[in-house]
C-alpha cells in the first residue's frame, strides 16, 4: 500500500526530535484532557503515538486518492454557476476522504471537536498533501483560519464556526482587492455598523480571493470611515449560510488550478468581529499570514518531494547511449542537490514550526495563569524566532522549490514539456510559491531584519554550541568561518547608514544567514542520524560557495554603483 | 431503517496479493509468518456498506464477527477505526482446523447470539476463495441471502440490492432478516478516522489485556473492551468444530510451478502478430 508519509523516512525523523517533549506538554497542558476525553493521550508516548497514526492515515489518502485524482483535478478544474463554485470531481472526493478521516481542524483544542495537534505534525501533513496535489493543499491548508478564530474570536464566535471544521467545513482569508495586493494598506472593502439590524455589514469587491466561495471566510475590511492606512481596518468572519457574498468569475491560472481562486462581490453580506476594531491588518492579519507563510513554506516542501520522486524515477528508467541517463554525472549531481535542498529545506521547515509551537503552546496557557519570569522569557525568545525564521522559511523553500521543478522538468528532456507527464504540472503548481502570501521579495523585507538586529546571528552563535561528534567538527570549523564572513559583511552593509543599499544586498545577506542555519541544523541531524552526514557534507560545502558569491559581491560593491542599476 | 442492528462477517487473512518466493513452505502450506496479516479485502466492502447504513438511518449498530487466534483482534479494532460500534472474537482452540462447514456453524450460532437484522460479508476471502461462509451462515440461519452485491439501500422495509453478476447487473428487493454478500466491485472501504484510531487504539480482548498487563488501560480506559467468546458462550458442539467438523480434507497438494517454456515472446513483426492470431483461431481461444 503506497504512502507518503512511511515511505518518506525524513518525516518520522523530525516528527521525533528531542524537543517535541517539551512541545507536546506544553501544548498538552500536562495532558489534562485524558480525564474528559476518551480520545486525547494520557502521556508524550502516547501522544507521539497517536501523531504517527494519523499521519499514516493521511500519508495512504494522499498516494491512494488525493495524488492519483491530481491530473483529473488540474484537467477539469472548479466551475462557478449562479455565483457559487462547483470543485472538480476529484476535489469533492478529496475532501470527502480527509474529512470522514477526520483530519480538519487537526491544531484546535478537542472541546472544539479538534485534535490538539501541534504545528509540527500538522505542517507535515501539510507536506504530504501538497506532495500529492498543491491546488488541493489550499482548500484543506486553510483550516488556519481557525487557528487566528481561536486565537482572538470570543469564545461564542469559536462555538459557532469551530466544530463545523471537524465536518468539513472550508475556509478562505478575503484579503486582497484589486488595488490592495501586496499592499493591504489599501483595502476598501466596507463594513458599517447596520444598528437596525444590530449586525456588522460588508458592501465592495475581493479578488485573488483562494477558495473564495468557502462556508467560513475571515474577511479584512475598512470600519473605520474617512480613513486611509492599516489603521481602520478590521477583521471580521462571514458565514456563508447568512448569504451576501457572490462569486462573479474564477481565474484562469497557470497551475494550482484544481483551486478556485474567485472575485467576490459583498452586497449587504453580516458578519461578526473578529477581536477588537482597527487591528485586523496590524495584529490578526499578521498572525493569519505568518501561518499562511509557514504553510507555503511546507506546499513548496511538498512540491519540491514530488517533483523529485518524479525526476529520479524518470532518470532511473531512461536510457540514452547504453545506459539509464542517471548515471551520467550531469544528471546525477542535478538529482542529489534537489535530494539535498529538499532535506535543507525541510530541516528549516521544522525548526520553524517548533518555534512556532512553543510560543503557540506559552501564549495559551498566559491566558489561563501568569508565567514565570523564565516561562516569559522562552515564550518571547521563541516568538521573536518564529517571526524571523518564517519569512526565511518561505523565501528559501518556495524558490528551491521552482528550482527543484525546473531541474525535474529538464531531466525528463523533451518528455517533461508534454503535459503526459505529472512533472510538467508540478512546474506549474510550483511557480505560484514565491508569489502569494507575500512575494519573496516582501519575505526579504520580513527577513532582513534577522539580519540588521542580530537575530539570525545570535541564534547562529546557540547553534555552535551543540555537541557535535570529532567525525563532523571539521564541518561546524566551515560553519564558524561563514558566520564571521556573515558578520563582516552585514557590518559593513548596515555601517554604510544607507538604507536603500541594506535593500539591495538584504536578499544576499538573508540568503547568506539562510545557507549557515541550514548548515547547521543538517549537522544537527547528523549528529542525531550518521545517515543525514553526507548530506550535512555536501550541503555545506555548497553553502561555502554560495555564501562566497554574495561575500565577494559585497565587498567589491561600492555605494555609487547603485545608481547604475536604478530604473529611470 | 431506523434501529436496525447490522453484523458484519469479517476475517484476517495472510496478503496473497503480493506474494514473494517464500510465500509457501516446503510442505506447500502457505507460509503465514512472512505474509502480513490484513483484514480480507471484500469484508472491507462490506463494512463500508453497514457503515453508510448506518450513516442513513437513526439508531444503527454496527457489530464486527471475527473467528480467529487471539490476533486476530486486530480486524475488530480495525473496524472500530472505521466507525463500527463494537465487534466479538470467537476464538477458542476448538474451533481450529475449521474448514468452511464448521466455520459457518459456529458463525451462525454467534450470530443468532447477537440477534441481528442483517448480515453482511465479503463474497470471499482471499486465501481460500471458496465463497461458501456466507451461503451457509445463511442456510444455517435459514435466513434468505443475496450474493455479489455491489450497493444497496432501503426503501421502506426493504432493501434494494444490486448485484454484480458475470454478464450484466441485476437489482432484487429482499426483506429482513437477510445475509448479504459483497463484491469487490462495491465502494471501497473509508480510511480510518483520527479520532477513533486514537481511541480504540486501547481497544483489547480480555485475553490481550492479560498478556500486555498494562494496568493504565484497564483502570482508565474499562469501556474499551473487544468481546471474546469461546464454544461454551455459543453453545456450540465441539463434535461440529476443528477437524472433526470438517468434512474437508486436503488430499494432495501439488506445487505448480510456471516453465518459462509456457511463455513465447513475440516481436512487433506483421509476420508474428500472424501466427499468434492463428494460433489463438486454431485453438479457439478466439473466434
Redesign the interface.
Known sequence: MANFYTDNKDLRFHLTHPVMEKIVRLKEMDYRD?EQF?????DFEDAM??FD??LE?IG??CAEVIGPNAEDVDHEGPTVSDGHVTYARGTRENHE?LT????IGMNFPRKYDG?NFPMVPYVMAAELVSRADAGFANIWGLQDCGETILEFATDEIRQQFLPRFNKGATAAMDLTEPDAGSDLQAVQLKAHFDESRGTWMLNGVKRFITNGDAEIALVLARSEEGTTDGRGLSLFVYDRNDGGVIVRRIENKMGIKGSPTCELVFRNAPVKLVGERRMGLIKYVMSLMNGARLGVGAQSVGIAQAAYEEARKYASERKQFGKTIDQFPAVFEMLTLMRIRIEAMRTLLYETARFVDTYKAWSFIAAERPLTKEEREDLKNNTRLADIYTPMVKLISSEWCNRIAYDAVQIHGGAGFIKDFPVERLYRDARITSIYEGTSQLQVVAAVRGVTTGGYLAQIREYEKNEIRPELDHLRKELITLTGDFEKRVAQVTSAGNNELTDFHARRLVEMAANIIMGYLLLHDAQRDAVYTASAELFISHAVSENLVRSEYIGAFEEKTLGLYKVS | MNGIKIVVLAKQVPDTRNVGPDAMKADGTVNRSVLPAIFNPEDLNALEQALRIKECYEGVTVTLLTMGPVRAAEIIREGLYRGADDGVLLTDRAFAGSDTLATSYALALAVRRLAPDLVLGGRQAIDGDTAQVGPQVAEKLGWPQVTYAEAMQFEGEKLIIRRRLERGVETIAARLPLVVTVNGTAPAC??????????Y?YARTDTELQAESSD?IAA??P??RITEWGVDAIGADPEHLGLSGSPTKVKEIENVILQAKESKHLTSSNADIESLVRELLENHTIG
Not at chain 1, 470522514?100 to 483530519?103: I, K, L, P, S
Not at chain 2, 480510511?191 to 486514537?198: D, Q, W
Open positions: 485524558r476518551d480520545y486525547a493521550p494520557h503515538d497517536n497514526r494519523v492515515i495512504a489518502i476522504a470522514r478521516a477526520g483530519v485534535l | 473509508r480510511y480510518r478516522n483520527a479520532r477513533l484510531v486514537m481511541k487504539k493504565y482508565s480506559r469501556f474499551i
